[in-house]
């Protein structure tokens, strides 16, 4: 990225177009030290840059676009968390370390608790085995062993069936869970496992799922293992192994794995098995983003003694999930959109982050045909300038189709109720450097909260197009900065950095006192959990986002009085 340094005025502009995003991540004024300002190469990033562009990957979609809210995915998942962090323990050979208090780790799970209570202490379970740490209390281990029936295996009362193939999977989960906790079944229990066993193995389809739980039954309960399993696995793939393997379903796939871990427990050779099985489970492109299904890949590849590398889709899949704490996502599959990418763009650009980024080209660039098609001019202009960012290829026609509609929409007469949406098109006619036409301007009286915040984005946007001189009424900027510290203390973010914006437009130079106080409003919006460079837009956010976060770090660079270099190149 070019660097290069601007006049005060071209910066105002340049600040605009890209969102203002300078700050002191911490809430003190590190702006001098967030960017090199002097170097016209390409310097290291700061400690401070490489804490906000790691943030801003966790808005990372399962798409390659970005979300805009922290928020999307910042609650844990149980199940997720049980078999995200088992599937990292098998691809790395490694406990996984997590930050969170047992407290606060179970009190991000109580809701999953109460809906699921006989999953939940699997779960657990499965957590502390993959982490190490303890999480589990004595009275989850007695309630666990009370879902044990008088028949001989494990009932989840909350589960719509109660098939032999559910018995078998129930059993086997609650046994090894309660062989971690410690706790060893009574004689008279482990009877009645045992009597059980066989009747639902004759019950249960002769398929490596329920081959597999039956042997790890057997094997918890010091039950003896039916007499017919080897044959019945060596059946199956003779029968339908081979068949399965070659599907690449996610079924196929779940088959398969259970079949390898199977083969594990018996000593089967699978020798002369190992490409297909290795090509049916095919970890470098797992057929499911599903947790359970990426661990059962991950235990079964490292049975077949296969190269650990290969794992490693499955560990970045998993890994992009992660919060802070180092549980995973309670959001599995994660979708993106144009709008908050682009947000996420300006935020880099004002930042100087690095905009190369492939991943995010191929994605955009798999958009194009639903982005012509696009009715909306402002999302195609959007796609163009991230286009334009990432280095993607964009034909000459598609350029000049979407520069056309971005112009021809443009509106030609600003009000009140319409000067947000003219800011955004003047905007994207300066990003993509298209002409912004002239336009017939309304007055209104700013006599509301939503009227002010009109008339900043008005001079911010006349400012930006070069037309400030047709503002047809000025307030000081001593009134604008009142105005500013009123929206911090109950308004937006937002509304308080187009404020301050337009002061500086026209003419406002932050004292050191101003700074003091504005800093002090703006730091209790700072609140992010495991997201220290984000801000709250509004005090009643339940999400810390980008938006809100830009604005913030626009009004520290206005405080700051820094000079940013910034260069719009791809």
Known sequence: ?????????????????????????????????????????????????????????????????????????????????????????????????????????????????????????????????????????????????????????????????????????????????????????????????????????????????????????????????????????????????????????????????????????LNLDVSGQLKSLRGALNPMNPVSADPQVLSLIARAWTRLEAPPADLAQIADRIHSRQLPSGLVSSVRQRQGSLTSTYEVAKLRLIAALPSSDSRLGEALTALRANVMAEPDPMLRGAWLVLMDDTGAHVSPADRKAIATAVRTAAPRTVEAHNVDVWNRYTELLLSLDEPVPSVTLTDWEPDSAQFRYAQTLLINGLDRAGQLDRLPRRPSPTELVARAEERLAGGTVREAAEALHAAGVLGWNPTPEDAERITALLEKRRNCPGASAFYRDSAKDDECGVPGTRAAYRIHALLEGAVPAISRTP
């Open 1 to 265: 990225m070019t660097r290069r340094v601007l006049p005060r005025t071209k910066w105002l502009l340049a600040l605009a177009l890209a969102g203002g995003i300078l700050a002191s991540l911490m809430g003190m004024r590190l702006i001098g030290n967030f960017i090199d300002f002097t170097d016209d190469h390409r310097v290291p990033l700061s400690g401070q840059q490489k804490q906000l562009q790691d943030q801003l990957e966790e808005l990372r979609a399962d798409d390659g676009l970005f979300v805009a809210a922290v928020g999307s995915a910042a609650r844990p998942g149980l199940y997720e968390s049980a078999y995200g962090l088992t599937a990292l323990q098998f691809t790395t050979g490694r406990h996984v370390p997590i930050r969170v208090e047992r407290d606060a780790l179970r009190n991000d799970f109580s809701d999953e608790v109460r809906r699921e209570p006989f999953s939940s202490l699997v779960w657990i379970a499965q957590i502390e085995s993959a982490t190490e740490e303890t999480v589990h209390t004595r009275a989850d281990a007695d309630a666990l062993l009370r879902y044990l029936t008088p028949e001989g295996f494990f009932r989840d009362p909350g589960s719509r069936s109660d098939s032999a193939s559910v018995r078998l999977n129930n059993t086997a989960g609650a046994l090894e869970a309660l062989e971690h906790y410690g706790v060893e079944l009574r004689e008279s229990q482990r009877s009645a496992v045992g009597r059980w066993l066989p009747i639902a193995d004759a019950e249960a389809p002769d398929a490596p799922v329920q081959l597999y739980h039956a042997v790890r039954i057997a094997a918890l309960a010091d039950a003896p293992v039916p007499r017919t399993l080897v044959a019945q696995a060596r059946a199956w793939w003779l029968d339908e192994g081979s068949d399965r393997a070659a599907a690449h379903t996610e079924e196929s796939v779940i088959e398969t794995a259970y079949y390898v871990l199977l083969a594990h427990e």
